[in-house]
Nanobody
Framework: VQVAESGGGSVQPGGSLILACVAS????????MGWFRQGPGQEREEVAR???????TYAASVKDRLTVSKDNAKNTFYLQMNSLKTEDTGMYYC???????????????????WGQGTQVNVTS
């Protein structure tokens, strides 16, 4: 599975960007996708998650500003980013993988396939 992000760039605070993540294929009918970001001098953090059942989750720092969605026809995920802040600056990565059953029969997301990232700069 190959994954590629696009759509990064420079934007002023308060502006918007849409990132795209294209997967060459989906790892099974049960899959998950995550958007991560890594700011300067910071650890990589997950900001959004999309599951194949349509459920989504967001980090508290981006909730109500970022929206993840999927275009079924194009094998593409999107991250709509609104009201951007300077602290949103960083490299944004997309990862996809299968959801698998753990020993307790719960579905777990395993993000096995990663893209190279796309840079987002929020600056005045």
């Amino acid at each position: 599975v190959q994954v590629a992000e696009s759509g990064g760039g420079s934007v002023q605070p308060g502006g918007s960007l849409i990132l795209a993540c294209v997967a060459s294929e989906f790892p099974g009918s049960r899959f998950c996708m995550g958007w991560f970001r890594q700011g300067p001098g910071q650890e990589r953090e997950e900001v959004a998650r999309y599951n194949s059942d349509g459920t989504t989750t967001y980090a508290a720092s981006v909730k109500d500003r970022l929206t993840v969605s999927k275009d079924n026809a194009k094998n593409t995920f999107y991250l709509q980013m609104n009201s951007l802040k300077t602290e949103d600056t960083g490299m944004y990565y997309c990862a996809v993988g299968p959801r698998v059953r753990d020993p307790h029969n719960n579905l777990r997301c395993t993000l096995s396939f990663w893209g190279q990232g796309t840079q987002v700069n929020v600056t005045s």
